[in-house]
Nanobody, 122 residues
Framework: VQLQASGGGSVQPGGSLRLSCAAS????????IGWFRQAPGKEREGVSC????????YYTDSVKGRFTISRDNAKNTVYLQMNSLKPEDTAVYYC????????????????WGKGTLVTVSS
């Protein structure tokens, strides 16, 4: 199983970025895939996820209305569209999976991708 994340970068406040996570090696759809992030000096937190089975989504409160998660099943890729970015969104973003039925929490992750840095600064 591999998760290949891309799309990080630097942007001014109010700007947008799109993260991508290409997944390979999965069998079946009994899992949830999405993003965690970790800012300097802070714990890793769950940002958003989507069910591979039914497409249901979750967003942490701080990104609701600004971030949108989506999936392209044909490409086995998940996207996180991030709009109206704020300096507090600055973090390393990690793509990850959790078995279906588990909480979207770092302790439940069974596969991690490498992080991609998002910097929001003027």
């Amino acid at each position: 199983v591999q998760l290949q994340a891309s799309g990080g970068g630097s942007v001014q406040p109010g700007g947008s970025l799109r993260l991508s996570c290409a997944a390979s090696g999965f069998i079946g759809d009994y899992y949830v895939i999405g993003w965690f992030r970790q800012a300097p000096g802070k714990e890793r937190e769950g940002v958003s996820c989507i069910s591979a089975r039914d497409g249901s989504t979750y967003y942490t409160d701080s990104v609701k209305g600004r971030f949108t998660i989506s999936r392209d099943n044909a490409k086995n890729t998940v996207y996180l569209q991030m709009n109206s970015l704020k300096p507090e969104d600055t973090a390393v973003y990690y793509c990850a999976t959790v078995p279906a039925g588990n909480y979207w929490s770092p302790t439940g992750v069974n596969y991690w991708g490498k992080g991609t840095l998002v910097t929001v600064s003027s």
